[in-house]
Nanobody, 119 residues
Framework: QVQLVESGGGLVQPGESLRLSCAVS????????VAWHRRPPGKEREFVAN????????TYSDSLEGRFTISRDNSKNTVYLQMNSLKPEDTAIYYC????????????WGQGTQVTVSA
């Protein structure tokens, strides 16, 4: 069974950067798109960014102000989220999720990785 495994989270200071990775255990081309979502403490889960596996086309939450970049390396079955100029409000559990061809929803989720931004 295909699994998504996130890594790269941690504790950083405001203004620093982190790169998250989402490794797809199977064939990434089984999915049309992979997305990052996050759940801040005490809040609902929210969309961060997504990328279409074949084309590389990506979209982002407007709230990110251009600080994050999503990318993929299909040869490694991995999607990345580069996060720059991190702010305390970026503190959250970050999840990657994948959407299969012909589906509207992201039906496959990873276990999440904690990102904490604090001085």
């Amino acid at each position: 069974q295909v699994q998504l495994v996130e890594s790269g989270g941690g504790l950083v200071q405001p203004g620093e950067s982190l790169r998250l990775s989402c490794a797809v255990s199977g064939n990434i081309f089984d999915f049309i798109a992979v997305a990052w979502h996050r759940r801040p403490p005490g809040k609902e889960r929210e969309f961060v960014a997504n990328i279409f596996v074949h084309s590389g086309y990506s979209t982002y939450s407007d709230s990110l102000e251009g600080r994050f970049t999503i990318s993929r390396d299909n040869s490694k079955n991995t999607v990345y989220l580069q996060m720059n100029s991190l702010k305390p409000e970026d503190t959250a559990i970050y999840y990657c999720a994948a959407r299969r061809h012909g589906r509207d929803e992201y039906g496959k989720w990873g276990q999440g990785t904690q990102v904490t931004v604090s001085a």
